[in-house]
């Protein structure tokens, strides 16, 4: 597939585009720099550090607590559904935590919620690793065994999560998740039968059920679960909405399944869930209990719900955004698009280097250019037949959210990128 290669500028512009190529590194990459400082906490790095500024400057936005943001709006709802459905005395079951850093520990991470050590999501190209020790949450399931370990039978946790992904429309390397967990004892489980059934044995494991639980008490956990979830999910889209249950694999869940609706004539997938691995509890209490985990993205519920078409919408500013969700009722509130900027496409050639990784060409594309880079594009890949190195070709599409995004400015960003990516990644741009 033919591909319209990056060229560089006249040699007029070299002097400006130079000077702004060295103010830009200092800003975006600090590799100079030996440590790391994440609201006012000092890390030092190493070999595992894949943190940038722009990433480090989203750390303590928290979009999700923000009045009449949409995140905010879907997370009300949710909490909402379980302080409803569920009380005890009067109260809600259930507790909430939506405040908790997202600097934590691998341990806590991925240890914690039994995730092997060769497991693909590990990975130093997915993830924002402050140190070797240290690191963004992946996932709001970073904390589920310190939150157990606290007493804790039922509660819900929101926050913001970290991975290293691609550019484009339903992918940030910043987003929310909500996270919901509660354990029974025998007594809560089966009621006034749990004298005469018992929730654990010393079995086999099997696609129903772990080792350590009776097939009843999985069987009925798995009651439970569901008809929660369902609930939750009619209460976002409508008692009509029709949903379908299909069998997933996660760590820290046995069984595991995916809940899917059906939103206008497709079938989307929002949330994750299962019966918690037994160890993750026994490891946090001593108590005789089981309980269910899930687990589902606010921007993904938000997007299909308030029909906004690009994840990069919920980080503006712009109150012709924000002030369409200003509403006491929000039920048929869909995004209306206040004015779309003309884009401007650009494409870049190069060799790729021993050891590449796709997400540190996206993360340094997003360190230079910001939110101004609407997606990344691959559009050709060859491997050249003598040498067997592989060539990319980026298509890397510019776009302002707020204003008309000049040729100029563009080529000024993309000239930032070629020139940093040599540099940094080892990459040799195709000047053809």
């Known amino acids: ?24 590194s200092k800003l975006s990459t600090n590799e100079n720099a030996s440590t790391v400082i994440i609201q006012g906490q000092v890390f030092q ?47 809600p079951l259930f507790s909430v935590y939506d405040n ?59 926050g913001d999560v970290y991975r290293r992904d691609h550019i484009d429309a339903s992918h ?12 029974y004892s025998e007594n809560k489980l089966f009621g006034d039968n749990s004298n005469n059934t018992p929730m654990f044995e010393n079995g086999q494991r099997t696609a129903e059920k772990q080792q350590f639980h009776t097939l009843q008490a999985a069987k009925t956990l798995e009651f439970e679960l569901k008809t929660t979830l369902e609930g939750c999910v009619q209460e976002l889209f ?12 996660f760590p820290f869940t046995h069984p595991s399944w995916e809940l899917e609706i059906k939103f206008q004539g497709e079938w989307l997938e929002v949330l994750g869930s299962g019966i918690m691995e037994q160890e993750i509890i026994s490891s946090a209490i001593n108590g005789q209990k089981i309980g269910y985990a899930f687990g589902l993205g606010l921007e993904r ?16 500013d712009d109150k012709r955004f924000h002030n369409q969700f200003m509403v006491e009722d929000t039920t048929s509130v869909k995004f209306q698009p206040y004015s779309k900027y003309p884009l401007l496409i650009m494409d870049i050639s190069y060799w790729c280097p021993p050891g590449y990784e796709v997400n540190d060409f996206h993360d ?40 008309t995004l000049t040729k100029d400015e563009a080529s000024h960003i993309h000239w930032k990128i070629a020139s940093e990516a040599e540099k940094i990644l080892n990459i040799e741009v195709r000047k053809i």
């Open 301 to 316: 519920l938000a997007m299909i719900l308030f029909e906004i078409p690009h994840i990069k919408l919920f980080w503006t």
């Open 364 to 403: 340094l594309v997003r360190n230079i250019g910001g939110d101004l880079v609407e997606e990344v594009a691959l559009i050709d890949e060859f491997v050249h037949p003598n040498t067997k190195i592989v060539s990319h070709c980026n298509r890397i599409t510019y776009r302002s959210m707020e204003r």
């Open 100 to 158: 908790i850093s997202p600097i934590v520990t691998v341990d806590a991470n991925f240890d914690s919620v039994l995730t092997p050590k060769d497991h693909v999501s590990r990975k130093k190209g997915d993830n924002y690793y402050i140190n070797k020790d240290y690191m963004l949450r992946a996932h709001t399931s970073a904390h589920q065994s310190e939150l157990v370990k606290s007493g804790l039978d039922a509660f819900l946790l929101a």
């Open 172 to 183: 940030y390397p910043v987003f929310h998740q909500m996270e919901g967990v509660r354990l």
């Open 238 to 249: 409508g008692t009509d909405i029709e949903t379908n249950w299909i069998d997933a694999e």
């Open 45 to 91: 790095r190493d070999d595992m550090t894949t943190l940038t500024p722009k990433i480090i400057e989203k750390v303590g936005r928290n979009l999700h607590n923000q009045t009449n943001h949409p995140l905010y709006l879907i997370k009300q709802q949710i909490i909402n559904f379980f302080y409803n459905r569920f009380r005890h005395l009067g109260s």
């Open 1 to 24: 597939m033919p591909c319209n290669v990056f060229t560089l500028f006249v040699k007029e512009q070299s002097k400006y585009l130079k000077t702004n190529i060295r103010r830009c």
